[in-house]
């Protein structure tokens, strides 16, 4: 077995043709080429900072004790007997922290999740109590000892039976959060677990079921997954002065922990430090409140730092990927058109909302696919259950959705005798027309992907099904996001006295490389290096405001700023030097930390400070901000004329061998391609899109968190199986679309989620492609296939 | 409390810890190598991984009293004050690692195979990194980087004096 040559990319150095840019055709020394991160030396080194490996003196280190009932009242908490514990410092429970903070309840959706339970849980594996040490040993031991009593109650773990009418109710009111703009249509409610219903309507449904040849309905299922990062979820406070608190945390959204953690102790902001480092993977699961604000409260409850860190199997009861139900009718034409699609969405948001209610509205609004149909409802639940809260994984909700309407797309395809590339070309939704929501399609490379796809698959070359007991099969699949809208950007470009630079920025470089291509977004305006450049990790008390690392957007709205920023540093020192020269600006160019004249007059940064500070050192601070534009969608119709900056188009295509006698998969070939606008650096561009397809693959295959009676009773990745080197497709390939983007930094869009998106329909149609069975719910585990095969022909085996 | 003595990276050093401190928690709390990474610390994920008398084993799974009098070698030993090691430097020309946080771990398993097997297939590699798992890159630049110094290492072999 070999890795195919294909897979090879541009030597690190390659300067890559620029791509058909619409703005001014510099040549580009910077973005576009393949340089290795920044960090990779730390990296390989092992002396890469990360927040676990940090330890403040007199620190206290916290335990959890979860709760063991999924719906529950408390009855009585006794930690007599952990306290008799010696090296036991303190137990802190729900009612300790409202002594310091008489509303405890966090959430960027809703204030629904209390620091730690406050009269009631909701999930296996809720925060309860936490115990103090200095040593997590004794921590460890005494938080078994803490005796919580619960008066049981009827738990719902179903996402469509917590909807019916007599379901356990959850929450007995919810009270919307109001930080986050796109989420200020949320109301508040009582005596439901529905959080958010979310509706796109456009055209007329019902009308157009009514007039199509045929109509297909079919319910597809996702079972809830879990991030599994491997830096755990970490977070420590101490107090800062008399009046100060710093958190070092491993989180995606230091500018939301802020502010939340801010509003939590009645503070203002400027009394909060929050601060990161890399962290080790984080896909969503670190985003929002997780431990912050825990040890924020201990920490001042206790006057000492506490640091709290997460096992692994503690990150199964912390967050998860959404379960998901969806119910998908189409109507078709004869000629094989679709003319009506209704989709009806059912999010497992688990226990507390977290980010559920974005997840179920912004991927539930593009339910219908990337197609032009001119009658389109989309309805979307996000529903609490009392599962493990559910919030962002890597796509936001996309790939469940595109799990629906790929699969079905192939049923179609294949029940009127269409080609499955050819049926999605039939229906593409291309530039210049209305999406259903009335936002008009621009930038969105969907044809060029579907080539691409069919030129790696040679999908025009007869496929070898096989014969005898292992068959090949051979599928594809297409999807697509729009970037959350609206957020804003906030970067500082900071050009010192030797003209050496430095960005400031509160992106996190969680492994996705936002420092590289910061750094060559900047060093590309500024003329420079980008080796050259630092790159300053988020520190709320040094970095300006960020919305957050999440959704693929860090690219687009934080290059934009950060190339802003550039642009404003390089303007104010030619500013300086054409007074200085007593010439137009427009007549100077920055570049190499020197200005130049056309006239060939030159200022090298020296003369810059003089002229400007009197002495050979200062600071020119250059400063952007971006907030692309937006319309709040109808809240009746889902209608907007603005709903995204951008569409992030995908596609995956798989060859696979599956045994018919034991129901196993073997993937022998993924390809996926993102339409990536241009990639400011390509190699780091194909990396995510491996990574991300690799991921979806464990989700497609084997990932499934298994529960009874809302205990996760495979925590741990001995019983839940994640993608290993031996896991991985022979021919795993990806391939970047590059058309740049209007409004993109130097034409780029986002690419950290869409390698995600269709991985999971395209190997469900190789596998009907090969044998004729058709799976309506994920994982592919060896035994859901074979019970499909044994079940189509008649033989069913023994349920469990 | 037991007292432990290792040879770690060349040096020889001494702690006195509780009898359930593990390998990796004696290396990162008493002796601050936090290269060793701790993931899931039940022997799953690898992270951990370092080299005990020549062989990988996660350090997670070993009680640091197994390792009194042996030889270790964790990841800050690999490379000298100016220079990484081949398996390092191919892992930064190749770009392998993203989060990089199972990184120390992965070279490590490769540098434990790479001297029992100078000229690896890539089935071999597969079989010997399948317990060093990783969330972020889909491994094939890892393969890559490995047969690159593997490569490079029969050419012209490093000697570590520990």
């Known amino acids: 077995m070999t890795i195919p040559a294909r897979f090879t990319e541009p030597a690190d150095t390659t300067v890559e043709a620029p791509p058909k840019a619409k703005r001014k055709a510099a040549v580009r020394r910077e973005v576009g080429r393949s340089i290795p991160r920044l960090e990779s030396h730390a990296k390989v080194d092992g002396s890469a900072e990360y927040i676990y490996h940090l330890r403040l003196p007199g620190m206290l280190q916290g335990k959890i004790c979860r709760s063991t009932v999924p719906h529950g009242r408390i009855v009585r908490i006794d930690a007599s007997a952990a306290l008799a514990i010696e090296g036991v410092h303190a137990v802190i429970t729900g009612e300790d922290i409202r002594t310091l903070i008489p509303d405890p309840y966090y959430g960027p959706a809703f204030h629904d999740q209390p620091i730690l339970a406050i009269g009631k849980v909701?999930?296996?594996?809720?925060?309860?109590?936490?115990?103090?040490?200095?040593?997590?040993?004794?921590?460890?031991?005494?938080?078994?000892?803490?005796?919580?009593?619960?008066?049981?109650?009827?738990?719902?773990?179903?996402?469509?039976?917590?909807?019916?009418?007599?379901?356990?109710?959850?929450?007995?009111?919810l009270r919307p959060a109001g930080m986050f703009p796109d989420l200020q249509y949320l109301k508040g409610r009582s005596g439901t677990n529905v959080a958010l219903d979310a509706r796109v309507l456009h055209g007329d449904v019902e009308k157009g079921f009514a007039e199509a040849d045929q109509v297909f309905e079919n319910v597809f299922r996702s079972r809830k997954v879990v991030h599994a990062t491997f830096e755990p979820t970490v977070s420590l406070a101490e107090l800062n002065g008399s009046n100060g608190l710093t958190i070092h945390t491993s989180s995606q959204s230091p500018s939301y922990v802020r502010a939340e953690v801010s509003r939590l102790l009645g503070w203002p902001e400027n009394r909060v430090r929050v601060r990161t480092a890399f962290l080790g993977g984080s896909f969503g699961a670190k985003l929002y409140i997780k431990l912050e604000a825990l040890v924020a409260a201990c920490a001042l409850l206790v006057r000492k730092p506490v640091r709290i860190g997460l096992t692994m199997e503690e990150e199964f009861y912390t967050i998860t990927k959404h379960g998901a139900t969806v119910r998908i009718k189409t109507g078709m034409a004869k000629d094989g058109r679709i003319v009506a699609r209704e989709v009806e969405t059912?999010?497992?948001?688990?226990?507390?909302?977290?980010?559920?209610?974005?997840?179920?509205?912004?991927?539930?609004?593009?339910?219908?696919?990337?197609?032009?149909?001119?009658?389109?409802?989309?309805?979307?639940?996000?529903?609490?259950?009392?599962?493990?809260?559910?919030?962002?994984?890597r796509g936001f909700g996309i790939s469940q959705i595109v799990w629906a309407y790929e699969c079905?797309?192939?049923?179609?395809?294949?029940?009127?005798?269409?080609?499955?590339?050819?049926?999605?070309?039939?229906?593409?939704?291309?530039?210049g027309r209305p999406h259903a929501t009335g936002t008009i399609m621009t930038n969105a490379e969907i044809d060029e992907v579907l080539d691409r796809l069919s030129d790696r698959m040679h999908w025009d070359v007869l496929f070898d099904h096989g014969s005898g007991p292992v068959r090949r099969g051979r599928g594809l699949a297409i999807g697509f996001k729009a970037c959350i809208a609206p957020t804003t950007s906030v970067a500082v470009v900071n050009v010192y006295g030797d003209g050496s630079c430095c960005v400031s920025c509160s992106t996190v470089d969680m492994g996705q490389g936002s420092d590289t291509a910061m750094a060559q977004i900047a060093a590309e305006t500024l003329g420079i290096s980008t080796e050259t450049v630092r790159v300053i990790h988020p520190d709320t008390d040094v970095t300006p405001y960020d919305m957050a690392t999440l959704g693929s957007r860090s690219t687009y709205h934080m290059g934009n700023a950060v190339r802003l920023a550039a642009e404003d540093a390089r303007a104010q020192l030619l500013r300086i030097a054409a007074a200085t020269l007593q010439t137009d600006i427009e007549e100077l160019e920055y570049r190499d930390g020197a200005v130049i004249s056309r006239s060939g007059a030159r200022m090298t940064m020296r003369g810059l400070m003089l002229a400007r500070f009197g002495m050979q050192a200062g600071t020119v601070i250059g400063m952007g901000t971006f907030t692309p534009p937006y319309t709040?969608?109808?809240?009746?119709?889902?209608?907007?004329?603005?709903?995204?900056?951008?569409?992030?188009?995908?596609?995956?295509?798989?060859?696979?061998?599956?045994?018919?006698?034991?129901?196993?998969?073997?993937?022998?070939?993924?390809?996926?391609?993102?339409?990536?606008?241009?990639?400011?650096?390509?190699?780091?561009?194909?990396?995510?899109?491996?990574?991300?397809?690799?991921?979806?693959?464990?989700?497609?295959?084997?990932?499934?968190?298994?529960?009874?009676?809302?205990?996760?009773?495979?925590?741990?990745?001995?019983?839940?199986?994640?993608?290993?080197?031996?896991?991985?497709?022979?021919?795993?390939?990806?391939?970047?679309?590059?058309?740049?983007?209007?409004?993109?930094?130097?034409?780029?869009?986002?690419?950290?989620?869409?390698?995600?998106?269709?991985?999971?329909?395209?190997?469900?149609?190789?596998?009907?492609?090969?044998?004729?069975?058709?799976?309506?719910?994920?994982?592919?585990?060896?035994?859901?296939?074979?019970?499909?095969?044994?079940?189509?022909?008649?033989?069913?085996?023994?349920?469990? | 409390m037991v007292t432990v003595t290792i040879n770690v990276n060349g040096e020889k050093r001494t702690a006195s810890v509780p009898p359930e401190t593990t390998l990796l928690r004696l290396l990162r709390d008493d002796f601050n190598l936090t290269g060793s990474k701790l993931g899931c610390d039940v022997g799953d994920c690898g992270a951990c991984t370092v080299i005990v008398d020549g062989k990988a084993v996660n350090s997670c799974l070993m009680l640091a009293a197994q390792a009194d009098g042996r030889d270790v070698l964790t990841i800050e030993g690999l490379a000298t004050m100016d220079?990484?090691?081949?398996?390092?430097?191919?892992?930064?020309?190749?770009?392998?690692?993203?989060?990089?946080?199972?990184?120390?771990?992965?070279?490590?398993?490769?540098?434990?195979?790479?001297?029992?097997?100078?000229?690896?297939?890539?089935?071999?590699?597969?079989?010997?990194?399948?317990?060093?798992?990783?969330?972020?890159?889909?491994?094939?630049?890892?393969?890559?980087?490995?047969?690159?110094?593997?490569?490079?290492?029969?050419?012209?072999?490093?000697?570590?004096?520990?």
């Open chain 1, 408 to 431: 079905q797309n192939d049923i179609i395809a294949r029940s009127l005798g269409i080609d499955p590339l050819e049926f999605r070309r039939r229906n593409i939704l291309h530039d």
């Open chain 1, 632 to 800: 709040k969608p109808d809240p009746r119709t889902g209608q907007s004329p603005q709903i995204t900056p951008y569409w992030m188009l995908a596609g995956a295509a798989a060859e696979i061998e599956v045994d018919t006698e034991t129901g196993r998969i073997r993937v022998t070939k993924l390809v996926n391609v993102g339409d990536v606008g241009c990639a400011i650096n390509p190699a780091i561009a194909k990396r995510q899109l491996n990574g991300a397809g690799t991921m979806q693959l464990g989700f497609t295959l084997f990932e499934e968190m298994r529960f009874n009676e809302g205990q996760v009773i495979n925590a741990s990745l001995a019983d839940y199986k994640i993608p290993g080197m031996l896991d991985v497709p022979e021919d795993l390939s990806a391939e970047l679309v590059e058309f740049p983007h209007e409004h993109g930094p130097f034409g780029a869009k986002g690419v950290g989620e869409t390698g995600m998106f269709s991985v999971s329909p395209a190997i469900a149609n190789a596998l009907c492609d090969a044998i004729g069975v058709r799976i309506m719910e994920l994982p592919l585990t060896p035994e859901r296939v074979l019970r499909a095969i044994r079940e189509s022909e008649n033989r069913p085996l023994e349920s469990e």
């Open chain 1, 122 to 173: 909701r999930y296996v594996g809720e925060p309860v109590a936490v115990v103090l040490a200095a040593d997590l040993h004794v921590a460890e031991e005494a938080a078994d000892q803490v005796v919580v009593e619960y008066e049981p109650l009827e738990p719902v773990f179903d996402e469509v039976a917590a909807t019916k009418p007599g379901a356990p109710i959850i929450h007995d009111s």
């Open chain 2, 83 to 162: 220079r990484l090691h081949p398996i390092q430097k191919a892992f930064e020309k190749y770009a392998s690692l993203q989060c990089g946080f199972c990184g120390p771990g992965v070279i490590m398993s490769a540098k434990a195979l790479l001297d029992e097997n100078p000229d690896p297939t890539v089935q071999e590699i597969r079989d010997a990194l399948g317990g060093n798992l990783c969330r972020c890159t889909g491994y094939v630049k890892m393969i890559e980087a490995i047969q690159d110094a593997a490569r490079i290492l029969r050419d012209e072999p490093v000697e570590i004096n520990r």
């Open chain 1, 346 to 393: 059912w999010w497992n948001g688990g226990a507390y909302a977290d980010i559920g209610p974005r997840v179920s509205q912004k991927s539930g609004f593009t339910a219908a696919g990337p197609y032009d149909i001119e009658n389109v409802s989309l309805i979307n639940y996000a529903v609490y259950t009392n599962d493990p809260p559910a919030g962002a994984l």
